[in-house]
């Protein structure tokens, strides 16, 4: 099975080769799961695990540079880089390389944060089970430029921006919204809205850095701020019909694409 990485990039330069490597350390092979067919348990065999890690840096240059030197070091085959000159945010940028991903299994992780060797082993096993599926996970929470570093990590409850689903399931709900911040909880709230099955999985598989510049803790677009205050209103006048906003974001995901530049052929040498 072969999954597609969603990463954006902004000002991660000094965390984003520890993201990376975390996911070139991931276990390749799977073990055979057990599933439940009714009354019946169905044993499936293992295959191997293959991922494309698709990064879009965001209109910061300081980012780009590092990561272009990450590719000149290590020659990932599996590491593909886009290049938007404009600031357009997260969420334009995440729609953006889910309609050039390859696969049919979406990934969603942030660039500050670490994943464990095994969590696409699990997000594999999760996969699975159900063709109408999203799943979150748990993390640690931890302050500091490594996390080899810290001594001291929180239980993070799973973050709505760290997450797995099918690519169909993705387009069919519309991607996110063009917003500055909130878009993923958005998001989840359209996903329970087509009755999608979503799992809140247990297993601590990720390293969730406090860093005082992502979107949860700046002041532009932190959980204080009034844009963020603004979307919440939003999100809860739209729960009572979310029809609406799908057909509108699914235009956005198609319309945004031509964008961006893939900097990796051959603007990285």
């Known amino acids: ?29 799977t073990r055979a799961i057990e599933i439940r067919n009714g009354k019946k348990m169905i044993k499936l065999p293992p295959e191997p695990i293959e991922f494309e890690l698709l990064l879009g840096i965001d209109g910061c240059l300081a980012t780009l540079n590092k990561v272009k030197e990450i590719q000149q070091k290590y020659r990932f085959e599996w590491l593909v880089v886009y290049w938007s000159a404009k600031n357009v945010g997260t ?31 699990r997000v594999y096993e999760e996969s699975r089970k159900s063709m109408s599926l999203v799943v979150y996970y748990f993390g ?7 996390v080899k570093d810290s001594k001291n990590f929180k239980l993070q409850p799973s973050g709505h921006g760290t997450f797995y689903c099918r690519k169909s399931i993705f387009m069919h709900i519309g991607g996110f919204k063009s917003w500055r911040c909130a878009a993923d909880t958005d998001f989840l709230q359209r996903v ?32 204080n701020s009034a844009i963020r205050k603004s979307y919440n209103r939003h999100m809860f006048n739209a729960r009572r019909d979310p029809t609406p906003i799908i057909k509108m974001v699914k235009t956005e995901v198609e319309a945004i694409q031509i964008q961006l530049k893939d900097t990796t052929k051959p603007q990285i040498t």
Request: proline content about 2%; aromatic content about 16%.
């Open 140 to 146: 640690h929470g931890f302050n500091g430029k490594f």
């Open 1 to 29: 099975m072969k999954f597609s990485i969603i990463t954006t990039a902004y000002k991660t330069a000094q965390y984003i080769e520890e993201y990376i490597l975390s996911v070139r350390d991931q276990i390749r092979t």
């Open 192 to 223: 329970k809205a087509t009755r999608s099955r979503i799992s809140f999985h247990r297993h601590v598989l990720y390293y969730r850095r406090m860093n005082p510049t992502s979107l949860t803790n700046c002041r532009e677009f932190g959980m």
């Open 91 to 121: 969420y334009v940028l995440r729609n953006t390389l889910a309609t050039l991903s390859t696969t049919k299994h979406l990934v969603f992780f942030d660039s500050d944060d670490i994943m464990t060797p095994f969590y696409l082993q």
